[in-house]
């Protein structure tokens, strides 16, 4: 095991730099087999600090050509460089640093620094890759003013970006021309980009509220070309809406997005020149679902909030990342939900926090939003720090009300532009806007676990008062035994039997303009008056905090909240209950019978003109393994995998005439439209699809495979196709898959959805997954390959947990293998088998022993080694 290099990083030791940075100088020369790295850093001693401590700047694989100290060439005596550190002594207040180093782009399969993609080199900076291109001093406290030259061959690379404005260009010797952009902006290291390729442009332009014209650019290669259309616009979409909700501007004359098939993640939100993962931009109707339309609306408008809360403030360490990630989050969320349906974001937002963050929060990597330490500053990127970060920030929005929270966010905007800042900062313009004391409040940021609220009812007729008692508690984290009470708000609202929403009168915290009662001790107890019978309560409405609720509810109660809570997100909330209560039954006993409220409770979602397709297809559709799977403890995985099919299956038949009838009638021969009222209609035709297919009448897969043929867009084809593969017919399946495949073998999207679509089958096996990752198509330094494989095999939980227990065995070689390729990635794998201790033992030993194969391997990275480490602690 590698574990040389790998050191605790903590909050409480940050220091400010001895040194800044002023003014950054590169020249990027770009030749076959290397680059070579010029690099002249203006460095000033900072002011407090007495005496001459070294310099140390990072610096990662660099092969040094030359250093140099203002005029001085330094020789091999006068710097160190070891351990990723280059050391030396300037000895005055005020000098310049000049390196020469050589760096192979070609060879870093890491996709971090510089790197070759497909027939582009591009650049991933994001934490700590700029150190990968040059010796700097790489932290994001230390922003400097940027002017970036880069050179290379012509032909091979007619494009030349980095941040920026363009200042020159011109033609070199040997067909090599140069190009030179300078970023007004100071910047810290992570936020660097270049990129050099043969790249198609597409152009636009955006005129801001104060009547600046804003030159917009899409950079494709030829073969992704096609596509950029929906990401313009989305981008326009997003400056607009920043300026009208926010107040916010743009501010350079040249916004840039770079789509790259190789990338680690998402997108970057680099200043001017972002740099997206294709899959995260590149759209098109024939081959873009609408959940893929949607995420790419999302990303586009993330990346482009960035440059406000990001780049125009940035963090000053790393631990103060959800000050940017969990604000920008948040700011995308309600684009989403002003831009479609608020109600359906909301419902999938958090669907995603329960699948991907309440896991995060009950298992051995559970951090706080603002963890404590790390090695691995790559690890931290997580659902907790962006999901939950989004809570936490959401939060106050619900304790404050929009018009405060907006007089917070300007405060905040003005008084750090420029500036590295931190999470405490942004509090502080909230309690300067509000009065608000948030003392309490943050102990969101430094505790980690999911809070439980456990709620009692309780109505004296006599007195016509209703006592709810909440009692909340949090169950103890890695390094975190006791908890402290939260401040919790619960939008709430009190209903009479018949859904109508009653007036409050109690004697708790309560704001009647939010609707939001504040708990803040470990119990509370509050008595609500005047009323004449026991109300329904409707509490945490909009999933207003993120805890999990416990309340024993009459079946009476249940049925009013999801058949007529006014609060949409609150009555599919109850129904999905509903569900959760059926599989329990069904996974402690199989024979269990299935309640008759289902049928009533579909029926009555079916027939209810009130509700818009989308929010009808969320109600309807069961919890997803990865929802369920956070409420079962220990989890026996065949158990619950049956139970969830016998509930489908019930729901299946008992409707099939209804699903019949909704397949065809919700069918249409329009052309593709990407809106909330068609995505919802073509999500409520794929759900009632799967349902038919189900319930295992012939014609229902007929229908299917005659749809997936007949469909000139992909929401339409998968909604055939994926029926299709959850049936239990085999040849037809593979026969669809082959189709798929032959049509679609050149477009690089589709493929990457065909390697997903394969291993999201049901009977996958790791001889299956062998197979696909010795396919043409697949490519083990290709993330996006790689997660569609590997990714869509462990989160396929009726494959990957109820099937074969060598499955663990398997994923595990594949981390250490593709550790070898690429770290980052790898590390993400390593997550599907930290939860081995909810299972039950047959799998549950299987996953720990997979775990203890990972760490006994040699030359592990920090980044693996770290989360597989914690997962067997
Ligand atoms: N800042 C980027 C975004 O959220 C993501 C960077 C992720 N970096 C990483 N090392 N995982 O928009
Ligand atoms: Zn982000």
Same mark, same amino acid.
């Given at each position: 095991m590698r574990t040389d290099t790998a050191r605790t990083i903590r909050l409480k030791d940050y220091k400010k730099p001895d040194y800044t940075i002023k003014k950054t100088d590169l020249t990027i020369q770009i030749f076959e087999n290397y680059t070579q790295v010029e690099s002249t850093l203006h460095m000033h001693k900072?002011?407090?600090?007495v005496g001459f401590p070294v310099l140390q700047l990072n610096g990662i694989d660099q092969q040094i050509q030359q250093i140099q100290l203002d005029e001085l060439v330094l020789t091999e005596s006068d710097y160190q460089y070891e351990d990723e550190l280059l050391t030396v002594q300037p000895g005055k207040d005020e000098f310049v640093f000049k390196s020469i180093t050589h760096i192979k782009p070609n060879e870093n399969t890491s996709l971090e620094g510089l790197y070759q993609s497909g027939t582009m080199i591009c650049s991933q900076c994001e934490a700590e890759g700029f150190r990968k291109i040059t010796f700097y001093l790489d932290r994001p406290d230390v922003m400097s003013v940027f002017t970036t030259r880069i050179e290379a061959d012509a032909k091979q690379y007619p494009i030349l970006l980095s941040n920026g404005n363009p200042v020159e260009q011109g033609e070199l010797a040997g067909g090599r021309h140069f190009a030179t952009w300078h970023d007004p902006f100071p910047k810290p290291s992570y936020l660097f980009a270049a990129v050099a390729g043969d790249l198609v442009r597409h152009d636009d332009v955006f005129v801001t509220q104060s009547g600046r014209e804003v030159s917009l650019r899409i950079f494709a290669e030829a073969h992704n070309a096609h596509k950029t259309d929906f990401a313009l616009d989305s981008l326009k979409r997003s400056m607009a809406w920043d300026e009208k909700r926010y107040g916010r501007e743009y501010d350079l004359d040249i916004f840039m997005i770079v789509a790259s098939d190789f990338f680690n993640m998402g997108a970057m939100e680099n200043k001017g020149l972002n740099i997206f993962n294709s899959a995260a931009v590149l759209a098109s109707p024939e081959t873009s679902s609408d959940d893929r339309f949607d995420r790419i609306e999302a990303i586009v408008a993330h990346e482009y909030f960035h440059n406000w809360s990001g780049n125009r403030v940035t963090c000053?360490?790393?631990?103060?990342?959800t000050l940017k990630e969990g604000l920008t989050v948040y700011r995308d969320s309600q684009f989403t939900a002003d831009t479609h349906n608020a109600t359906v974001k909301r419902i999938s937002d958090v669907d995603m926090l329960k699948a991907a963050q309440f896991s995060e929060d009950a298992g051995p990597n559970a951090h706080p939003i603002q963890p404590q330490e790390y090695v691995e500053i790559n690890n931290f990127y997580t659902a907790t720090v962006y999901e939950k970060g989004a809570e936490v920030i959401g939060m106050i929005h619900t304790i404050l009300g929009e018009a405060l929270f907006r007089q917070g966010t300007d405060l905040y905007f003005e008084t750090f532009d420029g500036q590295a800042a931190t999470t405490d900062d942004f509090i502080g313009c909230m309690e300067k806007v509000s009065g608000h004391d948030f003392t309490q409040f943050k102990r969101w940021y430094v505790q980690a676990g999911t809070p439980n609220v456990a709620v009692e009812e309780s109505f004296d007729a006599n007195a016509g008062q209703y006592k709810l008692t909440f009692t909340q508690s949090c169950r103890p984290t890695p390094n975190q035994p006791e908890k402290r009470p939260f401040v919790i708000p619960v939008k709430m609202a009190l209903l009479s039997e018949q859904g109508k929403e009653l007036p409050i009168s109690c004697d708790g915290d309560f704001n009647s303009d939010t609707s939001v009662l504040l708990l803040k001790e470990a119990t509370t107890v509050v008595t609500f008056s005047g009323l004449n019978a026991k109300p329904v309560a409707s509490l945490f409405r909009d999933f207003s905090a993120p805890v999990t609720v416990d309340m024993a509810l009459s079946d009476q109660d249940q049925m009013t909240l999801a058949t007529? *809570?006014?609060?949409a997100f609150n009555r599919t909330n109850a129904l999905q209950s509903v569900f959760v209560e059926v599989i329990r039954k069904l996974n402690a006993d199989i024979d269990s019978a299935i309640p008759e409220s289902v049928d009533e409770l579909i029926k009555a979602t079916l027939g209810d003109g009130s509700l818009v397709d989308a929010v009808k297809a969320q109600m309807i559709t069961l919890p997803s393994f990865a929802v369920l799977r956070t409420m079962f403890s220990p989890i026996n995985a065949q158990a619950l995998a049956f139970a969830r099919e016998k509930l489908k299956r019930h729901i299946a038949v008992t409707f099939a005439e209804q699903w019949q009838q909704l397949a065809n009638s919700l069918a249409s021969a329009q052309p593709y439209e990407f809106n909330a009222a068609e995505a919802g209609r073509r999500a409520l035709h794929g759900t009632a699809i799967s349902y038919w297919v189900s319930s295992g009448q012939v014609e229902a897969i007929n229908f299917a495979e005659a749809l997936y043929r007949a469909a000139e867009n992909q929401s339409d084809r998968l909604n055939g196709l994926q029926a299709v593969l959850s049936s239990d017919d085999q040849e037809r399946s593979e026969k669809l898959l082959t189709h798929y495949y032959r049509q679609w073998k050149d477009d690089t999207q589709m493929v990457e959805t065909w390697l997903a679509l394969n291993a999201g089958q049901k009977s996958f096996d790791v001889a299956q997954a062998n197979a696909l990752m010795a396919h043409?198509?697949? *490519? &083990?330094?290709n993330p996006n390959k790689v997660r569609s494989v590997l990714g869509a095999f462990a989160s396929n939980f009726e494959a990957f947990h109820a099937g074969e227990v060598g499955n663990y065995q398997f994923i595990a070689e594949q981390i250490v293998k593709l550790d070898q390729v690429n770290p980052q990635v790898a590390a993400r794998f390593t997550k599907v088998l930290e939860?081995?201790?909810?299972?039950?033992?047959?799998r549950g030993v299987p996953m720990k022993q997979a775990l203890e194969m990972i760490v006994s391997? *040699?030359? &592990?990275?920090p980044d693996v080694s770290e989360l597989a480490m914690n997962a067997l602690k």
């Open positions: 900072n002011p407090e600090v000053r360490d790393w631990f103060q990342l007529k *809570d006014s609060n043409e198509a697949f *490519d &083990l330094t939860s081995w201790r909810v299972f039950t033992e047959d391997t *040699d030359g &592990l990275s």
